[in-house]
């Protein structure tokens, strides 16, 4: 009973994260920043806004662009992984099938930065967030160590592979003081932002 209760504070913050991102979904897909601020209720500026915004070329345009990339992103996505389409892909691919599965969402997603004039993505980072990133252990290793160590039995194989690994893991990443400055600045640069007061608030 007490390793189930253990389970009740994460299954809840779990639901308070997913129920954020959903609100914050909700929030940047609203057309209120394109209206520059329309009030939301259901007043007569408002309904004005609204009509505006959908006769208004330099909006239309984006929300079309931005829709046909949603729709080349999901329909990727769903299309491919439908029963038919990964058979078909086994059948032809065999193992491959998930890795050209992943390639192709990595095409669509290079569509999209291209379309929006992004170019390559780490391209947009500073030098200093770049080394950040090749000193940095993905969070994926903390479940290879996981899978590695966290059996009923370990073979000779089994042991000298997971030390191996781990060993590696360990000692081939790392961050060092200069990227822990890095950390600390950006730390300190989201709490003043998080700090200051938001439009429409009271100083």
Same mark, same amino acid.
């Given at each position: 009973?007490?390793?189930?209760?253990?389970?009740?504070?994460?299954?809840?913050?779990?639901?308070?994260?997913?129920?954020?991102?959903?609100?914050?979904?909700?929030?940047?897909?609203?057309?209120? &920043?394109?209206?520059?601020?329309?009030?939301?209720?259901?007043?007569?500026?408002?309904?004005?806004?609204?009509?505006?915004?959908?006769?208004?070329?330099?909006?239309?345009?984006?929300?079309?662009?931005?829709?046909?990339?949603?729709?080349?992103?999901?329909?990727?996505?769903?299309?491919?992984?439908?029963?038919?389409?990964?058979?078909?892909?086994?059948?032809?691919?065999?193992?491959?099938?998930?890795?050209?599965?992943?390639?192709?969402?990595?095409?669509?997603?290079?569509?999209?930065?291209?379309?929006?004039?992004?170019?390559? &993505? !780490?391209? !947009?980072?500073?030098?200093?967030?770049? $080394?950040?990133?090749?000193?940095?252990?993905? &969070?994926?290793?903390?479940?290879?160590?996981?899978?590695?160590?966290?059996? &009923?039995?370990?073979?000779?194989?089994?042991?000298?592979?997971?030390?191996?690994?781990?060993?590696?893991?360990?000692?081939?990443?790392? !961050?060092?003081?200069?990227?822990?400055?890095?950390? $600390?600045?950006?730390?300190?640069?989201?709490?003043?932002?998080?700090? $200051?007061?938001?439009?429409?608030?009271?100083?």
């Amino acid at each position: 009973m007490a390793p189930a209760l253990l389970l009740v504070p994460a299954a809840l913050a779990s639901f308070i994260l997913a129920f954020g991102t959903g609100v914050e979904f909700v929030r940047f897909t609203s057309l209120r &920043p394109l209206l520059g601020g329309i009030p939301e209720s259901g007043g007569p500026d408002a309904r004005q806004g609204w009509l505006a915004a959908l006769q208004d070329q330099s909006i239309l345009v984006p929300l079309a662009w931005d829709l046909g990339l949603l729709l080349l992103f999901v329909g990727q996505h769903s299309l491919m992984a439908t029963e038919t389409v990964k058979a078909w892909m086994s059948r032809y691919f065999g193992v491959l099938q998930r890795s050209l599965y992943v390639a192709c969402t990595a095409l669509a997603l290079q569509v999209y930065y291209h379309v929006l004039g992004l170019g390559e &993505p !780490l391209a !947009l980072k500073s030098p200093r967030a770049l $080394r950040l990133f090749s000193h940095l252990r993905h &969070p994926v290793c903390i479940e290879l160590l996981t899978v590695l160590w966290v059996v &009923p039995t370990l073979g000779t194989d089994r042991l000298l592979l997971a030390l191996l690994l781990t060993l590696y893991l360990g000692l081939a990443h790392g !961050l060092d003081q200069q990227d822990l400055r890095y950390l $600390r600045a950006q730390l300190q640069r989201k709490l003043h932002l998080l700090s $200051r007061p938001q439009d429409g608030e009271a100083e």
